[in-house]
């Protein structure tokens, strides 16, 4: 989950970073389901397609406007239906894969004769695809826990406890008894005095 996550972060700041301005969304389906694109653009356009990835290096579907030709990449071929007019186009995918998620871009475009080259424009409806999920998954619900196993849950956390509590009075203890062991045996011994010794020296002296 994490990874589909950082993964649709990563998607999120690419298509910000290329199109701030650009009016999209974000679309989530699971595997298996069917996803439709709307796609519009404005007048005086030769070629319309549909690109896929942040640096759109995927061309899912191309239309010429004039011969009315279409062509669709060979990943999504017998996936995909396209409905409506050159400038009002419905792209529909269906049977959606993990493989299907990034940003699907609507593109026009129109040849400069002037430059000799097609000059690009954004079209409306460039949305974030997101497929989750997995449609072979288990739908059974859950089954919850019983009484019995309830009860043999709570007297294995009440047995622990009580020997975790028994392991540390020991420890504890142990060390009260070892400390209280290093004091006395480094308690220094009184010598006796020479007082005796003195006064008999001082009665001889006599």
Not at 4 to 25: D, P
Not at 76 to 91: E, H, P, T, V, W
Not at 189 to 202: A, C, I, S
Request: charged letters at 20%; aromatic letters at 8%; glycine letters at 8%.
């Amino acid at each position: 989950m994490c990874a589909a996550w950082l993964k649709l972060v990563v998607l999120c700041v690419g298509c910000t970073a290329r199109s701030a301005a650009e009016n999209r969304g974000v679309i989530w389906r699971d595997l298996g389901e069917d996803v439709t694109i709307q796609c519009s653009g404005s007048v005086d356009q030769q070629f319309f397609s549909l690109t896929m990835g942040l640096n759109e290096d995927t061309n899912v579907f191309f239309m010429e406007k004039n011969s009315g030709k279409t062509t669709i990449a060979n990943g999504y071929a017998g996936r995909l239906q396209s409905n409506g007019g050159f400038y009002k186009m419905d792209i529909l995918i269906k049977n959606l894969t993990l493989n299907d998620t990034g940003p699907y871009w609507c593109v026009y475009k129109m040849f400069d004769p002037k430059s000799s080259k097609s000059k690009s424009t954004k079209g409306q409806g460039s949305v974030l695809l997101v497929v989750t999920g997995d449609r072979h998954a288990d739908t059974d619900p859950v089954q919850g826990c019983d009484g019995s196993h309830q009860d043999l849950v709570l007297v294995s956390v009440v047995i622990s406890a009580a020997v975790l509590l028994c392991v540390l009075m020991a420890f504890l203890i142990l060390i009260i008894l070892k400390t209280r062991s290093l004091r006395a045996s480094g308690t220094p011994r009184r010598l006796p005095t020479n007082d005796v010794y003195e006064d008999m020296r001082g009665t001889f002296r006599r």
